[in-house]
């Protein structure tokens, strides 16, 4: 019997292949990996009724705690291990694959799309991309090396913005009890704020223990594409500099003001409680600009061929400059 990995695509149930419904249907037993990323435009049952087969939720716990379940069923009937995009581009699944391998059972790859093809529709070319990086909600930067490094070589860089479809509050972990949060999904004004807040650390790190070094990205001078909805008849891409594609976002000096007036007046809450409110706000905001999740990011690199920063340049958002620092700081011609 096999265990068959297939990709579902980016967007809906329409997007799997031939091979790969062909491969589902011949299943005795069906698995969604469910936290590396979603379906953002199906659920379960559209999945399931176009299969023609029960669909079993494969969480984190599942795949990493029980994988051994999933490759015992391979003895009894084929088994399909479904994940949205490629199924090889997380670590978790290449794992299944080798200790599937390991117990002797036979395993089939179906591939498909994913953000790492869909990348082109930018404009930038695929061989033009150094290291993916994924930004997580944790205040950690160990990412911002890898940036650093592709900008090094020219290299552009494709950034995910973090998911948090399962995740449990610290007092919940603390008290045992198995609730989980409404799902996350780190978006473009987010990420652009972690991606400048640990460049300006990062430069003045370094300044405090030698010369000061210039940032390793610019709000003003780092030309990005945002990549939102890929694959969708909604997709969105909207090109600019960092801080032109941030202020998108942002709230006008009139709804500042107001919302700040709004704040100060209810002096019955609490800081938590107005934190949390200004944080929906920047989310409906982020939605009103760039749609709904998923979004990612992408950080040019200076080896930008004149062609790319042209056919990129389609996308660029109202008042952008992009064509100036293409041409000033990337050293683009017109």
């Known amino acids: 019997m096999v265990l068959y990995i297939i990709g579902l695509g980016l967007a809906d149930e329409k997007d799997i292949t031939l091979r790969g419904l062909?491969?589902?249907?011949?299943?005795?037993?069906?698995?969604?990996?469910?936290?590396?990323?979603?379906?953002?435009?199906?659920?379960?049952?559209?999945?399931?009724?176009?299969?023609?087969?029960?669909?079993?939720?494969?969480?984190?716990?599942?795949?990493?705690?029980?994988a051994d379940d999933i490759i015992r069923d391979c003895k009894d009937g084929n088994v399909s291990f479904c994940v949205v995009g490629d199924p090889l581009s997380a670590t978790t699944h290449t794992d299944l694959i080798l200790r599937a391998k390991a117990s002797g059972a036979?395993?089939?790859?179906?591939?498909?799309?994913?953000?790492?093809?869909?990348?082109a529709s930018s404009g930038l070319q695929p061989y033009n991309f150094g290291q993916t990086v994924s930004v997580p909600f944790a205040q950690v930067d160990s990412w911002l090396p890898r940036i650093a490094e592709n900008l090094q070589h020219g290299m552009h860089t494709l950034v995910l913005g973090d998911i948090k479809v399962r995740e449990q509050s610290e007092e919940d972990m603390a008290r045992g009890i198995q609730r989980y949060q409404p799902p996350r999904y780190m978006l473009i004004p987010q990420l652009i704020e972690k991606l400048?807040?640990?460049?300006?650390?990062?430069?003045?790190?370094?300044?405090?223990?030698?010369?000061?070094?210039?940032?390793?990205?610019?709000?003003?001078?780092?030309?990005?594409?945002?990549?939102?909805?890929?694959?969708?008849?909604?997709?969105?891409?909207?090109?600019?500099?960092?801080?032109?594609?941030?202020?998108?976002?942002?709230?006008?000096?009139?709804?500042?003001?107001?919302?700040?007036?709004?704040?100060?007046?209810?002096?019955?809450?609490?800081?938590?409680?107005?934190?949390?409110?200004?944080?929906?706000?920047?989310?409906?905001?982020?939605?009103?600009?760039?749609?709904a999740p998923l979004h990612s990011l992408v950080i040019v690199g200076s080896r930008i061929h004149d062609m790319e920063a042209r056919y990129a340049g389609q996308y660029k958002v109202t008042?952008?400059?992009?064509?100036?620092?293409?041409?000033?700081?990337?050293?683009?011609?017109?």
């Open 319 to 334: 008042g952008s400059r992009w064509d100036d620092v293409a041409r000033e700081v990337y050293g683009c011609r017109d």
């Open 22 to 66: 062909e491969a589902i249907r011949s299943s005795s037993r069906v698995y969604l990996e469910a936290y590396t990323s979603i379906l953002m435009l199906s659920n379960t049952s559209a999945l399931e009724k176009l299969w023609g087969k029960p669909v079993i939720m494969a969480h984190r716990e599942t795949v990493e705690l029980e």
């Open 106 to 119: 036979t395993v089939r790859v179906v591939h498909n799309a994913s953000i790492m093809t869909a990348i």
């Open 196 to 291: 400048l807040s640990a460049s300006e650390a990062h430069s003045q790190g370094l300044a405090k223990s030698s010369l000061p070094v210039a940032p390793i990205l610019s709000a003003q001078n780092t030309l990005a594409v945002a990549l939102c909805r890929m694959g969708a008849e909604s997709e969105g891409i909207y090109a600019g500099t960092l801080a032109e594609l941030h202020a998108l976002a942002a709230a006008t000096p009139e709804e500042a003001r107001a919302e700040e007036e709004a704040d100060d007046a209810d002096e019955l809450a609490s800081e938590a409680e107005l934190d949390k409110r200004r944080a929906q706000r920047a989310e409906e905001r982020a939605h009103t600009a760039f749609g």
